[in-house]
């Protein structure tokens, strides 16, 4: 083991922060329990009016979004060959992988038998984009775990099963690409199909290729995020020049989406709705010039990508657009009953959060994550 290795090994975090997210994960598991004991109309304010709520809006449209980071690193590393950011494609794959966990445990959860789930893997229907999604995130959550089994072999030293994995890498990553470039366009097909209950702002056919796009700069600077977050978790050195570049790459994929989502907003209509000033076009202004306009700008200026604190905060605000974006397509901006979210809904999304957040805090101190040599 490196000395870089120990020195994670050896890190605690700080006990208080680990008891609390305990305590989340057995409220959760509670709340997880009551709702598969007594079904969605006793845990949850769904209805036929609103069947789709916090775990969807949240858990899947947004995790999902924010897992792209998987997808996008490792074509930057494996497919394009740009071996210097090599030392985040662990942590990244690793994050990626957790939040496909959280959005497949949020699909369970909002299914009404879930002990249904596997049937689309059987029952086939053909014409519908939600297959498509149930597939590719089944299917990729199964990649993703595999790519993780690679630092967890080397952790194990089990060598043969290391160098199997490694010679699957390749193709596991192209197929990663292609199931995550599949369904995060498809869960925009989602709501293209619902669109009489799209608010016109948000409304558009190309709803596929914004999602899409928006993932992409999702991915890349929730990648600068967490590799902040771990570097002041674990004391250990932030690769600021690759996070700086990365910030790069994220601002010319922001311009692109501002692009697109200014000539989808003419093309569709909705620019007749910009200014009528409601609480829609109030939400649509903060998302885009909050959460693209802002970021894009910022982080096109090299000061901005040089400093740590200002790179971090550029990222969280870009974050914060795609978050913003998935809320006001599927909720804010879509019509349905009035929905507010029962403390059931609340506590099993954080209480899968915090098991995420424990089981990365568990997996970086024992296996190698961070000491992953260039290939």
Request: net charge neutral.
């Given at each position: ?11 605690r ?10 305590i989340f ?10 709702r598969l004991?007594?079904?969605l ?6 209805s ?11 858990d899947?449209?947004?995790?999902v979004a924010l897992?792209a980071?998987?997808?996008?690193i490792g074509?930057?590393?494996?497919i394009?060959h740009i071996k210097?950011f ?12 957790l939040?496909?966990?959280?959005a497949?445990?949020s699909i369970?959860f909002d ?11 059987v029952y086939?229907?053909?014409h519908?984009?939600?297959l498509?999604?149930a597939?590719?995130?089944?299917t990729?959550l199964?990649v ?27 193709p ?12 995060q ?9 619902a669109?009489?209950?799209v608010f ?9 290729l ?6 992409v700069a999702?991915?890349l600077?929730?990648?600068?995020i967490?590799?902040?977050l771990?570097?002041s ?8 020049d ?17 692009v ?12 007749h709705?910009?200014?009528s ?10 998302e885009v010039?909050?959460g693209?306009v802002?970021p ?8 901005i ?7 971090l905060?550029t990222?969280?605000l870009?974050v ?32 899968m959060?915090?098991a995420?957040?424990l ?14 040599e260039?290939?």
């Amino acid at each position: 083991m490196t000395a870089k290795a120990e020195s994670i090994a050896a890190k605690r975090s700080i006990p208080w922060g680990r008891i609390f997210l305990w305590i989340f994960v057995l409220f959760g598991a509670f709340a997880a329990a009551y709702r598969l004991w007594h079904g969605l109309g006793a845990a949850t304010n769904l209805s036929d009016g609103r069947p789709w709520g916090l775990w969807i809006s949240f858990d899947v449209l947004c995790g999902v979004a924010l897992a792209a980071g998987g997808f996008t690193i490792g074509a930057i590393v494996k497919i394009f060959h740009i071996k210097r950011f090599y030392p985040i494609l662990r942590p990244t794959i690793l994050t990626a992988f957790l939040g496909y966990v959280i959005a497949a445990g949020s699909i369970l959860f909002d299914i009404g038998l879930p002990w249904r789930i596997w049937h689309p893997i059987v029952y086939h229907n053909w014409h519908s984009p939600m297959l498509e999604v149930a597939l590719c995130v089944m299917t990729y959550l199964t990649v993703l775990a595999l790519e993780v089994s690679d630092a967890f072999f080397e952790g194990m030293h089990w060598k043969l099963p290391k160098r199997i994995i490694e010679g699957f890498m390749i193709p596991l990553v192209i197929l990663g690409i292609t199931l995550s470039t599949m369904h995060q366009s498809s869960l925009g097909t989602l709501y293209v199909l619902a669109s009489k209950r799209v608010f016109d702002l948000w409304k558009t056919s190309y709803l596929p290729l914004l999602f899409f796009i928006s993932a992409v700069a999702a991915g890349l600077t929730m990648t600068i995020i967490e590799s902040n977050l771990a570097a002041s978790a674990y004391e250990i050195e932030a690769e600021q020049d690759l996070l700086a570049d990365l910030g790069l790459y994220a601002a010319w994929v922001l311009l692109a989406y501002l692009v697109l989502k200014i000539a989808t907003l003419i093309g569709s209509g909705g620019i007749h709705d910009l200014f009528s000033g409601g609480a829609r076009s109030a939400i649509y202004l903060v998302e885009v010039i909050g959460g693209v306009v802002l970021p894009m700008v910022l982080l096109f200026m090299p000061s901005i990508r040089k400093s740590r604190k200002a790179l971090l905060r550029t990222a969280l605000l870009a974050v914060l657009g795609v978050v913003l974006n998935r809320f006001d397509v599927s909720f804010f901006g879509f019509y349905g009953a009035p929905y507010v979210p029962t403390w059931m809904e609340w506590s099993i999304t954080i209480g899968m959060i915090s098991a995420a957040v424990l089981f990365y805090d568990f997996f970086v101190r024992h296996f190698p994550v961070f000491q992953h040599e260039h290939e």
